[in-house]
Every structure is written in structure tokens, then in C-alpha cells.
């Protein structure tokens, strides 16, 4: 394989053809609309010549001798019998004309006029000004010499030229034929060029009117031949042919003298096809189509839009060496390892380079050939290649022989194994930790595999979703992707400075349920909760009841993961923001005090591990590494899969039970709310409702009844989880942070409450009223769209409506807010992608020009950001002084205030909420937090 | 009633939002340029009919040229103080 630079491009430009070049680089003149004879074969000087190359395998090129894929086919051309008008550049040829003389074919300004213009345009260059602006700046000179009627050269009075789209010029209302134009153009000197920004050495205006119309490659526009043995020809084809009939007959006709009208006509039909040929889509006439009527795809149809070369083959390529496959979870799995089906590691391959160190080793390998049999996956080899690049595929029945013949220098394509490098993606692809390298486990099944931890980062899920690995291919990359790409340099988020992976759902719980207040296990119990993690000890036991036998805490099991010298000092998720804390004495259990690497008091639970607010593991990844923060995880999804099992834990709509007692005070409390809206309604009736300021009427009673009844909801839900303690399940899982909110469960047990479109309370549907089930103008509670009952007692028909109504608009808010969030942020790449920071600490475009003087004004990554603080001042004071207990308290309550605003992080909610709607919709007016 | 303004009404380089810009002289450009290691165009630009730019005009009574440099001291939320230099350009 050859690598390395052979030819490094120093400059692009682009530049018009001239007539003349189009026919020096014409490998032959194409006259004739037919493209085969009777017997198959292309007709020479036809659009299907064999000059023009190759697309038929075996066949050779009649103009370079090569095959196909090695001729990249050549150019032919037409000659047009009429000299035709190019629609990519009429606005250009307007310009021309308008700010030229008609009879000398000078630019309408005096020379010294020109001077001054083409000095400031050199001035704009000077100072940095891009193309851009200087196309500007001519437009400006072409303006002002527009302006003059009278010709400062010779005196000629100027005519007013319009265009008639697409193609047409009128002089004060008399066509010009794009012969005159033409000429007009011909006229006009090269020093009156360049203030009209042309440059008259790449492009002379009579070149934008077209006498001789290129004729692309075969390669270019294939043939197809259908099943059925026809031959289906490319759309461009199409119209060519459509070009050269229309040629070949306005040729004749004006050859044979023909009326001048026919003549123009003809030429006329022949601008529309030459039109169409370079843009189907041009405003002003109809597109060509097809027999079928499907219009046909031209030349600017190619390029342009999402299905365009450039976006779709250009930005956007396919590739080898990559698998896609259905993901599911595997807590088993390190957070860098990937589980990837023997089917697709079979499939998938490394390049190895043959040694005479490993030799031997692929020897034995290639001879197990592509499929090997065995119990324990074991790499074979698809292919082998030779130094002299022949590719030698691996069969059963040739693997002994090709082993053989392996030499130093070969390569050989190896099935993946344990521990490859691979690259793992989902998209959409939004930030950078949507795609991450990961190592590779081979195991059996059909389906990736990945530790759950690293969900957040892809926002993945297992509902189905699909992820891709793409095998990396040169140790090069290798190492770069192990450096730069490992999960586990990206725990550490750079949207926020925190962690984006860590633990979520079952592994909060589970270590909820192992840290809560004074958990025990036995030895047994002990052991299994640590038994997948390797490198620790059981310890010493921390209590013996009175026959003797040993207990463990669940602390001190969990303290074993920690670091040993780890200190920290935080509130976990289950705090209930006393005015007063009681520290270590917190009745919740909520006061998280490590010390010296042990859980001396506090819960473990989403604050101290999930995936966005971990403190902990916050703490690990910037004080220990990437490499401890790793090992942690890990551990901590163990250890949490571990006490789950041991503890037991399952939830069900049982955990929404609620005393009938409990029931009949909330159904009391909502009647009485219902009725306070009521008489809320009939003192409006009455007008003796006391306006608000800067409220009219009708909003002062909205905002009551809706204060009301969010009132009403609230303490439904309070009453109703009254009864449902910490021992609950669904109770657990909600204040420990690992899915569901404390309103969820309210709404479950207590009441939904106020549906609400656009803010306000349903209003809309029949005349005056919701539903013909409620009278004109009735603004009671239950009228507009208060639910009374719980998601567990059932809604009633009418509520059932009004809860879709309000469940609609979420999912309506969702689908408009992902296309119009994917595209601002396909906006925001497309302008921000060449920037880069420069070593100086400046950001620059690819023209080298400073955007930033100091990236971000002050230099800081936001990945090593305290939240997105350059330093953690608190955090260096906890090391410096350690135990200074009042000291410490007021680090802690600015830390937990700073600590939330993270939480409002606008990709953040934005995802939240996304989730949230399109999985249990709630619509009240004020949530929780 | 009308007004016939001959001076801007308002300074906007008192507004509280405007960061203050000032016109360097030849050499203190020159030094902003030698320690940058750039080259004029390279630096970020701001057209000579940008209000704080004209108001510059007018305080200092002669026209600001283009290619002159202007520095700007913003105040900002992650370094206190950002300083930035801007390029005259025409328009």
C-alpha cells in the first residue's frame, strides 16, 4: 500500500472555458443525435463515441488505451450552430452590458474614475478583504457606471438594458440576440476589466456567450442496461441528444436560408435546452422532463442540496471496515469496552503487517482461515496481501497453502480480537463524545454490547436503538483514537465542567439501597456484593451480634472503591434543604462525609455518581485521572449491580397505594378547591373580583383559578406522599435520583391536575366551551380542563380528552424543536468548522485570520473547568485547611448553590424535557425544581 | 416639532453595554502587530461607519483612516478584562 504525500495541491482556481479550449480539450467533435447502431455499437462522433471513454468492462479506450478505471474518460464537444446564452452567468452578463459603452465598448467611467476604484478595491485586498467583499465593491463600480447615459469615450448615448428571465436582453424594448450581446462583449477592453472584478487572463466576457458546449465523459453519465437487455441512458444524455437535434436542425434551416422567424425559433428551442442542460430548475420556464414525466436531473440538480455530490458524497462518505448493529447493555463490560457479535468480528478486519517477530504467530493464524471452528473465538484472516498489492482471499481450502507462503513484508487482514481499537458512534452526532474509541470484546450473540454508564454521553437507549463501529485501520490512528478518543477521557464533559458519564438508574439505586442509613450484610451477602470487582479485600467486620456472627455495612463495602485518600464533603440527592443541617446527624442520611477514603456518613445516590452531577466522581476524574476515574466506575457499576441483587428491588402500581383515609381527604380537599373556583367564577360574574395590576378581568380570574387549583394538585400530592415513605420503591428511586420525580408519583396517587395549551387552561374546540358536554361560558375547574383523578384511579372520559389535548402539544413541541435545534446546529458547524486554536493561544480560520484573541477570552477548556470556573477556590481550600468545620459549612452552601445551576444547563433541560414529554407527558404549570 | 441634529444626541460609548474602543496610534499598532505576529488583514475587522467608530471621528475632530487599528477592553465573564483589536475597514 502506498501512503504518504506524492503531489500536494498549492492553489485552486476557477476560471470560465474558452471556446478554443473546449475544443483542444475535445478528444472528438460530437454531431450526431444517435448514440448506437442497429448492432449495439456506439456511432462515432456520436454523444456515446468510445473516444470519450470507457464504461463497459473489457473494452478499451480509443483515446488513451486504458481500461476502465484507469481512463478517466474524456471530453467531447458540440459545436452550436447559434452562439447561446449561459444561464450561470446572465447576472454577470448584465452587469457587463449595462456599465459598457454600446458602440466603443469601453467601461462608463473616466480613467481617472477607474483608478480611484480599482485603488480602494486594492485597499480592501490589502487589509484582508475576501472575495466576498471585492465582488461587492465591483458591484458597486458596475452600479455607478450604470448610472451614466452618455459615454465619457465617445460620446455615445447609452440605451437602458433589461433582462427578461432567464435569458433574454432588451434594449429599451428590442430583443438582442445572443449573437449581439456577443459581439457587444468582444468590445470590451481588458483594462476596463478589472475594476468590474474579471480578471481578462482567466475569463473573457464573450466566454460567458457559448459556441461550443462541452460534452462530458461516459464516465460521467453511464448507461444502464436494464434486464429486460435495453439500454437506459443517463439524463444527461438525454438532453445532449435533445441539444444536438436542435443544433443539427437550426444548422440546416439557416443554412438552406430558411425565414428568418423559423431560424429564430429554432434558436430559441436550442437557449432552452442548452438552459435546461445546466439547470432544470431555472425560474421562468418549464423544467425538462422525462417520457415518464419525472423532470430530468442536470447538471446543477447533481450538485446542489442534501442529495448533491457535495453533501451527500462529498461531506458525507460511506465506508469499509464499519458494522451497525442493534445495542443492549452489559454492566459487565469496562465503560472502554465494546461487545461486538463473532459474526461482525468475523467480518471485520485489522490490517497486520508481517514480521519476522510475528510471523509465526499469523501463520497459525491464516490457518484457520476465514471461518475456524472452535469453541473459544479465536481470529482468522479474510484476506492476504501482497507486497506487490495482489489480494489474496482466504478460503478453508486454501488457508494451509497461503499460510505457507507467507513472507515478511505481506499483510494480513486479521478478524478483530480482544482489545482492537474501534471507533463507536450513534447518531445524530452532536457533540464530540458521540463518537468514542472503545476496545473491543468479541462474545456470542447478535447484538453490541455496552456498559450503561456510557448511555448519556450517545444518548442511548435500549428501545431498539442502532449504533455504528468503525475498525481503525493504521496504527497512526491507533494511537491518536487511544489518546484522544477513549471513553474514558471524556467523562469529563466539555459543554459544563462535570462528568457526563456515570451512573444511572439501577446502579443509583443500587447504591442507594447498599448506603442508606444502617444497611448490613452478612458474610455471604458481603461477598456477592463485591464478588466481579478484582484487587480488593473483605475487611474486618464492623459488627458481631450476640451469637458471634459477623456483619458488614454497606458503607464500609462501598468505601472500598473509593481511592484511600479520598476526602469530600457534599449533600446527596435525598437532602431536604433544611434551613438548618445537621451534618453527620441528618435523619435522611443525606450529610455524604468521606474521609480518608471512607463513607463516614451520607447516601450514595445520584449527587455523588449519576451521569451530570456525580460529586464524587467529579472529585476521582480530575484529582486521580482518567485511569482511577475508570477503574471506579466500573467498580461502582458492579458493586451497585451486586447490592441490587442481594437487596432485592422491584416496583409496580401497588407502590401508589394510598389509605382509603388519605384518599377521601384529598377527594375532601379538591371539592373544596373546585368550589373556591366557583365562587371565584361567580364573583367575576358579579364584578366583585379585585382586578390585578395590569390585568384585565378575565386574565385576573385565570390566574386565580390556575393559583387554585395548582395549590389543589400540590397538596393532593403532598397528602398522598404523606403515605408513601422512604421504604417505597418508586419512592427510593425518585429521591435517590435514579428515574421519576417526586410530582410523577404524586400525579400517580394524588391527582393529574390543571391540563394546560400554551400556558394557559383548554379553551378551545366548540363555541364558548370545550366539550358539548359543559354549558356556554361555563369557566368552572372541571369545564376547562382540571383533572381530578390519578393516573392509578383513571380519568374519566372528558378528562381522558382534555389530558390529550395537553399531551398533544408536547409531542408537537418535541417534533418542532429537534428539526429546528438540527439545524441551527447544522448551521453553527458549517460556520464554525475550520476554526482551530492556534499554539498561542489565539483561535484562527483556515486563512489564518484571528477570530479569538484568547480562545474563550481567558484561555480555559471548558473540559477542565470547574463549572466552566477556571479554578475551584472552595476545593483548594478543603485541601489547605482541611477540618475547619465552620469554615467548611459556608464553602458548602455556596458550593451546593453553584452546584445547581448546572442542572440548568440549556442542552441539558433541553434533553430532559425532550424526555420527559415524549415518555410520561405532564403539562402542569409549575413542576418541580 | 423638529429637531435639526448636528452631533450625535447620544454618546454610545457611554452606554453601559458598549465596551470601550479606542483608536491606537501608528507605533502602539505596530506593537500590537509585532507581538501578535500577525499581519493587518489577519485582525478581526470593524467598518469606519460603526457608530463607536465615528464618534472616535468626531471627539478626535479628523477622520479615523482605514487600516488604523482600534482597541477594545470588554468586560468579560470568564477573564475579567478581554482586550480585542480591531481593523478600520471601509464601509
Redesign the interface.
Known amino acids: 500500500m502506498m501512503r504518504g504525500v506524492s503531489k500536494r495541491i498549492g492553489s485552486i482556481k476557477f476560471a470560465c472555458l474558452s471556446p478554443e479550449e473546449i475544443r483542444k480539450m475535445s478528444a472528438t467533435k460530437i454531431i450526431t443525435a444517435d448514440t448506437y447502431d442497429d448492432d449495439g455499437f456506439p456511432i462515432d462522433m456520436g454523444l456515446m463515441d468510445p473516444h470519450l471513454g470507457v464504461i463497459e468492462p473489457g473494452l478499451r479506450c480509443k483515446t488513451c488505451g486504458h481500461k476502465v478505471d484507469e481512463c478517466p474518460g474524456h471530453f467531447g464537444n458540440i459545436d452550436l450552430a447559434m452562439p447561446v446564452i449561459h444561464v450561470g452567468y446572465v447576472k454577470e452578463i448584465k452587469k457587463l452590458l449595462q456599465s459598457t459603452c454600446r458602440s466603443c465598448g469601453r467601461l462608463l467611467l473616466t480613467e481617472e474614475q477607474a483608478k480611484e476604484y480599482m485603488a480602494s478595491m486594492d485597499q480592501v485586498e490589502d487589509l484582508g478583504g475576501d472575495s466576498i467583499e471585492l465582488r461587492d465593491m465591483a458591484k458597486i463600480t458596475a452600479k455607478d457606471a450604470a448610472a451614466r447615459m452618455i459615454c465619457p469615450h465617445c460620446g455615445a448615448d447609452q440605451l437602458k438594458i433589461t433582462l427578461d428571465k432567464p435569458t433574454t436582453f432588451r434594449e429599451d424594448g428590442h430583443k438582442l440576440t445572443p449573437k449581439e450581446v456577443r459581439e457587444r462583449l468582444e468590445r470590451i477592453p481588458d483594462q476596463d476589466l478589472d475594476p468590474l472584478g474579471i480578471s481578462p487572463k482567466s475569463c473573457r466576457p464573450e466566454w460567458m456567450i457559448l459556441t461550443a458546449l462541452p460534452v462530458p465523459p461516459v464516465t460521467v453519465r453511464p448507461s444502464i442496461t436494464l434486464e429486460s437487455g435495453d439500454r437506459s441512458e443517463d439524463d444527461l444524455t438525454h438532453k445532449l441528444v435533445d441539444v444536438l437535434r436542435i443544433n443539427q436542425r437550426l444548422r440546416e434551416n439557416r443554412d438552406a436560408g430558411a425565414p428568418q422567424l423559423i431560424v429564430e425559433d429554432l434558436w430559441e428551442l436550442l437557449q432552452y435546452h442548452v438552459t435546461t442542460y445546466f439547470d432544470n430548475q431555472t425560474s421562468g420556464i418549464p423544467p425538462a422532463r422525462h417520457r415518464s414525466g419525472r423532470p430530468l436531473k442536470t447538471l446543477v440538480q447533481r450538485l446542489k442540496g442534501k442529495e448533491g455530490r457535495f453533501r451527500s458524497n462529498l461531506s458525507g462518505k460511506r465506508v469499509n471496515f464499519s458494522a451497525r448493529t442493534v445495542i443492549s447493555p452489559d454492566p459487565g463490560l469496562s465503560i472502554n469496552e465494546v461487545g461486538v457479535p463473532e459474526e461482525a468480528a468475523r467480518e471485520l478486519t485489522v490490517p497486520v503487517n508481517a514480521t519476522k517477530a510475528n510471523i509465526e504467530q499469523l501463520k497459525i493464524m491464516v490457518k484457520r482461515g476465514p471461518t475456524p471452528k472452535m469453541e473459544n473465538y479465536l481470529p482468522g484472516v479474510n484476506y492476504v496481501i501482497r507486497p506487490d498489492g495482489r489480494r489474496i482471499r482466504v478460503t478453508e481450502k486454501n488457508a494451509e497453502t497461503v499460510a505457507e507462503t507467507l513472507e515478511p513484508n505481506f499483510i494480513v487482514e486479521r478478524h478483530l480480537q480482544e482489545g482492537d481499537v474501534v471507533l463507536f458512534n450513534r447518531q445524530p452526532s452532536l457533540h464530540r463524545m458521540s463518537m468514542m474509541a472503545h476496545t473491543v470484546r468479541v462474545m456470542p450473540g447478535k447484538t453490541f454490547r455496552l456498559n450503561l454508564c456510557v448511555c448519556p454521553p450517545y444518548n442511548a437507549d435500549f428501545d431498539g436503538d442502532e449504533m455504528n463501529l468503525h475498525v481503525l485501520q493504521s496504527e497512526e490512528a491507533r494511537a491518536e483514537a487511544i489518546i484522544l478518543m477513549k471513553v474514558q477521557e471524556h467523562i469529563m464533559s466539555p459543554r459544563f465542567g462535570g462528568p457526563i458519564i456515570g451512573a444511572i438508574h439501577d446502579h443509583i439505586t443500587g447504591t442507594f439501597l447498599l448506603t442508606y442509613r444502617d444497611t448490613r450484610f452478612d458474610k455471604g451477602q458481603a461477598l456477592q456484593i463485591m464478588a466481579k470487582i478484582s484487587n480488593i479485600q473483605l475487611p474486618e467486620a464492623t459488627i458481631k451480634d450476640k451469637s458471634g456472627k459477623q456483619y458488614w455495612t454497606g458503607k464500609q463495602l462501598f468505601s472500598l472503591i473509593l481511592p484511600k485518600d479520598l476526602r469530600q464533603t457534599f449533600k446527596s440527592s435525598i437532602c431536604q434543604k433544611c434551613n438548618v443541617c445537621k451534618k453527620e446527624a441528618c435523619e435522611n442520611d443525606a450529610y455524604v462525609r468521606i474521609k480518608n477514603g471512607q463513607l463516614l456518613s451520607g447516601t450514595i445516590d445520584e449527587r455523588a455518581i449519576g451521569s451530570f452531577k456525580g460529586r464524587i466522581l467529579d472529585k476521582i476524574s480530575r484529582d486521580y485521572g482518567s485511569d482511577m476515574s475508570r477503574e471506579f466506575l466500573d467498580n461502582v457499576t458492579r458493586m451497585a449491580i451486586g447490592a441490587i441483587m442481594v437487596k432485592g428491588f422491584t416496583t409496580g402500581i401497588d407502590d401508589e397505594d394510598i389509605p382509603e383515609e388519605a384518599k377521601r381527604q384529598i377527594d375532601a380537599m379538591l371539592t373544596d378547591s373546585i368550589d373556591k373556583v366557583d365562587r371565584l367564577v361567580a364573583a367575576y360574574h358579579n364584578g366583585e373580583l379585585e382586578q390585578m395590576p395590569g390585568r384585565s378581568m378575565e386574565e385576573t380570574l385565570e390566574v386565580m383559578v390556575m393559583q387554585e387549583l395548582g395549590k389543589a394538585r400540590d397538596s393532593a400530592g403532598q397528602t398522598a406522599g404523606q403515605h408513601l415513605g422512604i421504604e417505597n420503591s418508586a419512592v427510593q428511586m425518585a429521591r435517590s435520583g435514579a428515574r421519576g420525580s417526586m410530582l410523577n408519583l404524586s400525579q400517580m396517587a394524588g391527582c393529574i391536575g390543571q391540563q394546560a395549551v400554551r400556558g394557559e387552561r383548554l379553551s378551545r374546540g366548540y363555541h364558548k366551551r370545550t366539550l358539548p358536554h359543559f354549558e356556554k361560558g361555563n369557566l368552572g375547574a372541571k369545564a376547562k380542563g382540571f383533572v381530578i383523578n390519578s393516573y392509578k384511579s383513571g380519568l374519566t372520559p372528558t378528562e381522558f380528552f382534555f389530558h390529550s389535548m395537553g399531551g398533544r402539544e408536547g409531542l408537537v413541541d418535541t417534533a418542532v424543536r429537534t428539526s429546528r435545534s438540527g439545524y441551527m446546529q447544522r448551521r453553527l458547524i458549517n460556520a464554525l468548522e475550520d476554526l482551530k486554536l492556534k499554539q498561542d493561544g489565539t483561535v484562527r480560520n483556515t486563512a489564518d485570520s484571528i477570530i479569538q484573541f484568547q480562545y474563550g477570552e481567558d484561555g480555559v477548556d471548558p473540559t477542565r473547568s470547574v463549572n466552566s470556573k477556571a479554578i475551584d477556590i472552595d476545593d483548594i481550600l478543603y485541601e489547605v485547611l482541611g477540618d475547619e468545620a465552620d469554615l467548611l459549612a459556608k464553602v458548602e452552601d455556596k458550593k451546593m448553590g453553584g452546584y445547581a445551576t448546572v442542572e440548568k444547563d440549556l442542552m441539558e433541560t433541553f434533553d430532559e424535557d425532550a424526555e420527559e414529554t415524549a415518555e410520561e407527558p405532564e403539562f402542569e404549570s409549575g413542576g418541580e425544581e | 416639532m423638529i429637531f435639526i441634529v448636528e452631533a450625535p444626541q447620544f454618546n454610545v460609548l457611554e452606554h453601559n453595554l458598549v465596551p470601550e474602543h479606542r483608536l491606537l496610534t501608528k507605533e502602539e499598532a505596530q506593537k500590537v502587530l509585532a507581538k501578535?505576529?500577525?499581519t493587518?488583514?489577519?485582525?478581526?475587522?470593524i467598518r469606519r461607519s460603526d457608530s463607536c467608530v465615528r464618534l472616535i471621528e468626531d471627539i478626535r475632530g479628523q477622520p479615523i483612516d482605514?487600516?488604523s487599528v482600534i482597541e477594545i477592553k470588554?468586560n468579560?465573564e470568564?477573564?475579567e478584562v478581554?482586550?480585542?483589536?480591531r481593523?478600520v475597514?471601509?464601509g
Do not use: C
Not at chain 2, 40 to 45: R, S, Y
Not at chain 2, 82 to 85: E, S
Open positions: 501578535l505576529r500577525v493587518k488583514d489577519q485582525l478581526p475587522k482605514e487600516g470588554r468579560s470568564t477573564a478581554a482586550v480585542a483589536y481593523l475597514i471601509r
